[in-house]
């Protein structure tokens, strides 16, 4: 099935603290996981990646957790900042249906000074 | 490395136009790229898979004819919205995979805000 929502929650944070963002995926054969950053009016940035042979991956200020046994997937920023505030996307890939990618439905990070 | 251009960023035009978007991988090479669509507030919906030197794969739902797809070169996928109307206007984004090996994350252009009056 697709994963795709037709809201969008927020997550409001105060600046400084860490962030934790969530996302369900729907396909268990889904082998590689991507969260991407929108700004308004912009197109997704990459941030991190996690390939479904691991459970976590950490990068600049970000970590990536995988849950293959429910279908979890979580980003947590660390030390939040203003630039932090956008859309935040999980995607998951399936090489098996040709590397497409299907979207979660998107939280929105609103970052408080 | 691995930018997408896409242009151009904003389209106005009347109902019956037909609108070519350009999306080009500047620094890396690509058999595939894709073609998305982003009403507001909401997520991205795939709407074909574009390949190099042949014809696209659409997904379900979406008019190959009223959706026109090139890939002509490793460097730059075309989507035409023809005989555009109003319910067309929409964001459209692109996306290109590095050609090398593996696992690899799409890329994605900036968008086109297309407006269909």
Same mark, same amino acid.
């Given at each position: 099935?697709?994963?795709? +929502?037709?809201?969008?929650?927020?997550?409001?944070?105060?600046?400084?603290? &860490?962030?934790?963002? &969530?996302?369900?995926?729907?396909?268990?054969?889904?082998?590689?996981?991507?969260?991407?950053?929108?700004?308004? +009016?912009? +197109?997704?940035?990459?941030?991190?990646?996690?390939?479904?042979?691991?459970?976590?991956?950490?990068?600049?200020?970000?970590?990536?957790?995988?849950?293959?046994?429910?279908?979890?997937?979580?980003?947590?920023?660390?030390?939040?900042?203003? +630039?932090?505030?956008?859309?935040?996307?999980?995607?998951? &890939?399936?090489?098996?249906?040709?590397?497409?990618?299907?979207?979660?439905?998107?939280?929105?990070?609103?970052?408080?000074? | 490395?691995?930018?997408?251009?896409?242009?151009?960023?904003?389209?106005?035009? *009347?109902?019956?136009?037909?609108?070519?978007?350009?999306?080009?991988? @500047?620094?890396?090479?690509?058999?595939? $790229?894709?073609?998305?669509?982003?009403?507001? *507030?909401?997520? @991205? $919906?795939?709407?074909?898979?574009?390949?190099?030197?042949?014809?696209?794969?659409?997904?379900? =739902?979406?008019?190959?004819?009223?959706? @026109?797809?090139?890939?002509?070169?490793?460097?730059?996928?075309?989507?035409?919205?023809?005989?555009?109307?109003?319910?067309?206007?929409?964001?459209?984004?692109?996306?290109?995979?590095?050609?090398? =090996?593996?696992?690899?994350?799409?890329?994605?252009?900036?968008?086109?805000?297309?407006?269909?009056?």
């Amino acid at each position: 099935g697709e994963s795709v +929502g037709l809201h969008l929650p927020t997550l409001s944070v105060q600046e400084g603290d &860490n962030s934790i963002i &969530n996302c369900a995926y729907s396909n268990s054969a889904s082998d590689y996981f991507i969260w991407y950053k929108q700004e308004s +009016g912009k +197109g997704p940035q990459f941030i991190i990646d996690i390939r479904s042979n691991m459970d976590k991956r950490q990068g600049q200020r970000v970590t990536v957790l995988l849950n293959k046994t429910v279908k979890h997937l979580s980003l947590q920023i660390a030390a939040t900042q203003p +630039g932090d505030s956008a859309v935040y996307f999980c995607a998951e &890939n399936s090489e098996a249906a040709g590397n497409k990618l299907t979207f979660g439905g998107g939280t929105r990070v609103l970052v408080k000074p | 490395g691995a930018v997408v251009s896409q242009h151009p960023s904003w389209v106005i035009c *009347k109902s019956g136009t037909s609108v070519k978007i350009e999306c080009r991988s @500047l620094d890396f090479q690509a058999t595939t $790229m894709f073609w998305y669509r982003q009403f507001p *507030k909401q997520s @991205l $919906m795939l709407m074909a898979t574009s390949n190099e030197g042949s014809k696209a794969t659409y997904e379900q =739902g979406v008019e190959k004819d009223k959706f @026109l797809i090139n890939h002509a070169s490793l460097t730059l996928s075309t989507l035409t919205v023809t005989s555009a109307h109003p319910e067309d206007s929409s964001f459209y984004i692109c996306s290109a995979r590095p050609l090398k =090996g593996g696992l690899q994350p799409q890329h994605f252009g900036d968008g086109t805000r297309l407006s269909i009056l």
